[in-house]
Structures are given as C-alpha cells and as structure tokens.
C-alpha cells in the first residue's frame, strides 16, 4: 500500500510539475503554471475597486472579493504593490487541470502585508478552508505578528479537508508571536511560516504539493516553520529553503488532536525532498527558557513526530540544533515506515540524527530505513551526543551504507537505552580524525575503538573505519574524490 502511494503522489509531481521522469528518485524544478489561453483571468491592484469588472485595465482592490467571485478554476493575477489584507479561499477550483490560481502577475511582485491586522486563533494571513484544487504562487507574504496568548498568526493555513493544494514559488517571512511566557508553559505561544492541518475525518487533505518557497525570520514559539498535521495523506515538500527561523523547519506530525478521530490523526504518505534547511535553532527562543541563550538545541531541521510512511531523500541540513530526527513524542505512539536517504547533513550542534523517543515514558521509532546518509562533524558543541543520536524505544530499524565523520567529541554513535531492539547496523563507512579516540556507545556501554566496539555491540560486521576523502570539505562540497575507497564501496555522497 505505501509503495502503491508513493508511486502515485510521484506520478502526481510529475504531473504537477510538468516534469520527465529521469529516473525514479529525480523531480526537477518546476517552470511557473501554464496558465491555458482559454482559462478566465482576473486582476487585482492596490489602486483597483472591488466594484470594477475585475479586468486588467479596470481591477479589483481586495483579495477577498477576488476569492468570493473569481470563476472556478480561474487566474486571479496580484498587480505589483503591497496589499494589506487577508483572505480566506472556501471556493474550490474545477480540478487537478484547471485549478483556481492566485499569483502575482509575471514579472511583478505582489506582497501580502500583514502589519497591523489582527490575529484571531490560527490564522493565515492567505487561508484555505475546506476547499480544493487550489494554487498559490509567487506571492510575498510578511509581517503578520502578534504578542497576544493563544494567538498563532500563520504565512499560509490550509486545513480542514479538500485535495490538489499547491504552494509554489512563494516567499514566507517576518511571522511572529512574541508573547512573553509564563513560567514552563509553552502553550499560547505559536506561529507558522506555512501549516496544512487536516482537521476532519474520514476525509482526509491530500495531494499536497508545497515547492520552491522560501521561508526565513520566523518567530514560531513551540511551533514549526512548516507544519503538515493531523489527517493530511500524500504530500510532498520540495525544493524549499527554510532558514533563521527559532523552531523547527519542517515538521511531519501525528496524533496532537489535530483530527478529533484518533485513526486518522497523522501525517502521512509524503516525500520530503531536496530541501535546504539551515540556522534553525531554540537557543533564542524564550518558549525553552528565559535566559537567552538558552543552550536548549532542541530545534531539528526536518522532525517528523509521530508520521508514518514517509520518504525524506536529497535535503542539506546544517548548522541545526538537530539535522533530522524520527521520533515520537506521545507514549504509545510511533514514528514509523521511514525512508531516510541520501540526505547531507553536517555541522549542526547537538547531533545529525535523532531518533526514538527522548525519554522511556514517550514513543517509538520503529520500521524505518536510514541509508546513505552523509553525516559530517555534528554534535559541534562537544557534548558527545554523536553524529547518530538513538533514544528510546528504537525498535526494527536499518542503519547501512551511510557515512559518519566525528567531531570533536569522537562520538560515532550514542545510544544509552537499553529498550532498542531488532535494530541492524552494517556496511556503513566511519571516521574520527583521531581514529584512536574513536567512541561509540551502545546501550549504556562505551567502546573506543571500531574492533571493541563491533565485537560488543554485535553491530556493523561489514563496515569500515576510513577516511571518505571528501572533494573540499572546508568549503562543504562533501563530494567523494574519484577513486575514493568509499566511492568503490558503493557510496555516492550527497551534494
């Protein structure tokens, strides 16, 4: 069933896209929508009047009168200027071929301001509710903020249920709540760059394509940059660069009570692919402590948090708190079916991976693939967490052919549990530039050394410890020279 709907939602990229299928695990950038010579155009202007025809030489002023009485599966086209205004879209498009489109006009730039308007719940300063065969595109959007408890301004909401969403080409800034916390409660302080919340149920959000946006300066509290939650089935992120934001980059959530109906509370079936995500750090963020800053490092990269049936390949994750990390944060719950693969990640501070759950009393990471994987100098703070950082609860994993380069700690691999079971380690490349201070630790036992190490963990039989022999890994081309012996053993590391 999850090849079945991965072959699928690759199919509907493709489509989306107006991509060739290379070869399976290739998706080009897509060219901006093909808008038909037949499809009914609208036009918006700051200095229009929603009382016009909404034609080019006599358009609209608002947003939201476009979105109430634009055609289905029309264009709506934003002439360049600033707008201070929010939408709600509830009218859906014709279909996955004609959707409604709303962008900024070629060759203009239309921004949607949000300074000085209001926050009511989770809001998006462009929201789509309950609708479907909607696209997004090429659109600026900044500045929605609020200091008001239990307020979460958002760049992009689309929730509820509906299908063929895309968000494309769009740039996502200056999203804040700057509430002051009170004490350790980090509930009342939230924000989104962009957060698709499947809210219903049976009915699932599905067929989700966010591509080749940008998202920065991001004020998120205990939230994420980019959120799919609750009842969201086959999606795919792609091409994204988020940065500078003080929570999470991309997050793949399940069972917060998003979906009311527990069977369907969980992000699933998506591809996480070729997203650059960098600076992302709690560390000035006074939802995990007052005193700034506050060493929490406990922002990821790319987190997913109880999805399952996920693929995460080709993304670049550095300086993080954490590049990626599978776990679960709700006992009796796991992250599970996840395909981690060909993904660089280097320099960040408390690890590369993560996995399980953080403590005995959360959940479980179990059934996923982690494979190769280039992990370079993570747990650049020296704290020994490693470059692969096992929690709790890990259970029938596979860890092989990826390579690990230590940082300063030495630490290859730290996993202090001993609740991990049934999980295989083999064929993977290790190095430490001091190779006689090499550590790992497995289930609350050090070894220094590969040999002592291999022999008491039972693990990796069939690896090695050598030098991968990057192309320039000071400007962080982690390229394998030609003729590495790792490139031989059957590795190609990712750009």
């Keep these: 069933m999850y090849r079945i709907a991965a072959i699928a939602l690759l199919a509907l990229i493709l489509f989306a896209t107006g991509c060739q299928k290379d070869e399976a695990s290739s998706v080009h950038s897509p060219d901006a929508v093909q808008v038909p010579d037949t499809q009914k155009m609208y036009y918006i202007s700051p200095q229009g009047n929603d009382s016009n025809k909404g034609t080019i030489q006599s358009p609209w002023k608002t947003l ?3 979105a109430d009485h634009a055609t289905p599966g029309s264009t709506v086209y934003l002439r360049e200027g600033v707008y201070h205004q929010k939408v709600k879209i509830t009218r ?5 071929g004609n959707p409604t489109l709303f962008s900024s006009y070629p060759q203009e730039k239309a921004i949607i301001d949000g300074e000085g308007l209001s926050v009511r719940g989770i809001e998006g300063l462009i929201e789509v509710e309950h609708a479907s065969y909607i696209t997004i595109q090429n659109l600026e959007i900044r500045n929605f903020t609020t200091s008001l408890r239990g307020q979460v301004p958002t760049g992009i909401y689309v929730h509820g249920a509906g299908e063929h969403i895309q968000i494309l080409g769009n740039t996502v800034h200056s999203i804040s709540n700057d509430t002051k916390p009170s004490g350790p409660d980090l509930q009342g302080r939230d924000a989104h760059g962009i957060a698709i919340y499947g809210t219903e149920h049976p009915q699932a959000l599905r067929d989700i394509i966010i591509k080749d946006n940008e998202l920065y300066n991001l004020v998120l509290g205990s939230s994420e940059s980019l959120a799919v ?4 089935d086959t999606f795919a992120i792609l091409d994204n660069t988020i940065h500078d934001t003080d929570n999470i980059g991309i997050d793949l959530i399940g069972y917060e009570g998003t979906s009311e109906d527990d069977t369907y509370d969980q992000a699933r079936n998506g591809i996480v692919r070729g997203n650059e995500v960098y600076n992302i750090s709690s560390n000035l963020n ?11 490092n406990s922002a990821g990269g790319i987190y997913v948090d109880g999805g399952k049936n996920h693929i995460i390949d080709h993304n670049r994750v550095y300086r993080s708190d954490i590049g990626i990390e599978i776990a679960s944060e709700h006992s009796g719950r796991s992250t599970s079916n996840i395909t981690l693969q060909d993904n660089l990640i280097f320099h960040n501070r408390l690890t590369g991976i993560a996995m399980g759950g953080y403590d005995e009393g959360r959940g479980s990471t179990e059934d996923s693939t982690i494979m190769y994987n280039t992990l370079v100098q993570n747990d650049s703070l020296g704290t020994g ?3 692969l950082f096992m929690q709790a609860r890990t ?9 690990l380069v230590s940082g300063s700690s030495n630490v290859l691999i730290y996993n202090e549990y001993t609740s991990n079971s049934e999980n295989v380690f083999d064929h993977n490349v290790y190095y430490s530039p001091s190779p006689e201070d090499a550590l790992w630790v497995w289930k609350d036992m050090e070894y220094s050394g590969f040999t002592s190490y291999m022999e008491g963990s039972g693990n990796d039989e069939h690896s090695l410890v050598v030098n991968p022999q990057f192309v320039n890994e000071a400007n962080e081309d982690f390229t394998l020279q030609a003729g590495s012996f790792s490139e031989g053993y059957g590795y190609l590391a990712p750009r």
Excluded: C, E, M, W
């Design 92 to 96: 859906s498009g014709n279909s996955s």
């Design 229 to 232: 939650n609750g009842n969201v």
């Design 286 to 296: 006074p939802s995990y402590g007052t005193n700034l800053p506050n060493d929490s």
């Design 64 to 66: 939201q009168h476009a």
């Design 395 to 403: 259970k029938n994993n596979t860890f092989k052919r990826n390579i």
């Design 385 to 387: 967490n490693g470059q």
